[in-house]
């Protein structure tokens, strides 16, 4: 950040009154510009005994397997989030169910919320930010080329509970912040 | 937002080519500025039978009281928030538990984040953002001067679910659209 969005000057850093971080300071409009972490919904979505992943046709990770999830959006919940997301990336409809994972993620300032979901009709197809999916059974499932640690994650613990039937809401950190 | 925070030009509101939605667009150095929901991270921390609570010495809801929560900063798990806030609120330091409630909020964009907690040592204090804290049993919780719906909604689960030894998580929309 170089200039004040609300009033186009140069913006600094600095610690504000009464506050100890720095912050993007206007000093011409007064303006404190916060920055804060970001939310990535996603899901899990399933049908019958099978996962519904889709194969990245986008960077981060081109070419790579993911859960259906991306950055929330201003003005909807959690589980609209993960929906829209399955819907773009998997055209598929779910019916979200309950909260599943949580994970910190503070190196990169983010949250993912994952939710499980059960696809409504069977049907999926490939959205514009994918360029293949499919549904995978637990043996087929592709975990050397997954896109990241928290679907990877989401994954090993779906297949985990899913054999003593019970989904606990599960928060983890996935820390590699760099050593001092 | 009116300027590019990025080269100081004015800003236009547009759909990015392969997006669906308005976003504040620099058409000088093509900057998409999204804008997305926050995180408020919050703790309910307990001292024996007891819920802490404090009062606020800020806008909004100045003089209503809450569970300690605020923006989370970037960097930090939401438990590190949690902790933070109980810290800079209530001068409580905090053994952070389990999650305990997610509310979507929708109409402003937030999504909070409340953990249980116990206070360490059964100290607390007035943090900067306080005029007044204070350790209260749940037929003293000043039920009609709550900061917040989430902060009682939280106080609520709390004391029902403590009846019962059973701390599920709680996901929740705290929806209050403006009609059609």
Redo the contacts between chains.
């Keep these: 950040?170089?200039?004040?969005?609300?009033?186009?000057h140069?913006?600094v850093q600095k610690v504000p009154a009464?506050d100890n971080?720095l912050r993007?300071v206007c000093e011409s409009c007064e303006t404190i510009?916060?920055?804060?972490?970001?939310?990535i919904c996603g899901c899990l979505p399933t049908w019958q005994d099978k996962v519904l992943l889709c194969k990245r046709g986008i960077e981060p990770r081109y070419g790579f397997w993911t859960l259906p999830a991306g950055?929330?959006?201003?003005?909807?919940?959690?589980?609209?989030g993960a929906a829209r997301e399955t819907w773009e990336e998997a055209a598929a409809k779910v019916e979200v169910g309950?909260?599943y994972c949580?994970f910190?993620i503070?190196?990169i300032?983010q949250?993912y919320?994952m939710y499980r979901g059960e696809i409504v009709d069977g049907n999926f197809g490939v959205g514009?930010e994918s360029i293949e999916a499919g549904l995978f059974a637990e043996e087929a499932i592709p975990w050397d080329e997954l896109a990241f640690p928290s679907i990877k994650r989401t994954l090993r613990y779906y297949f985990s509970d899913r054999k003593l039937g019970k989904f606990p809401?599960r928060?983890e950190?996935l820390?590699h912040r760099t050593p001092d």
Tied chains: 1, 2.
Excluded: W
């Excluded at 510009?33 to 939310?39: E, F």
């Excluded at 950055?71 to 609209?80: A, D, R, V, Y």
């Design positions: 950040m170089k200039f004040c969005s609300a009033c186009g140069a913006v009464g971080r993007f510009h916060y920055q804060n972490p970001k939310i950055f929330m959006e201003n003005g909807e919940t959690t589980q609209e309950d909260l949580i910190n503070p190196q300032s949250v919320v514009e809401v928060v950190d820390i």
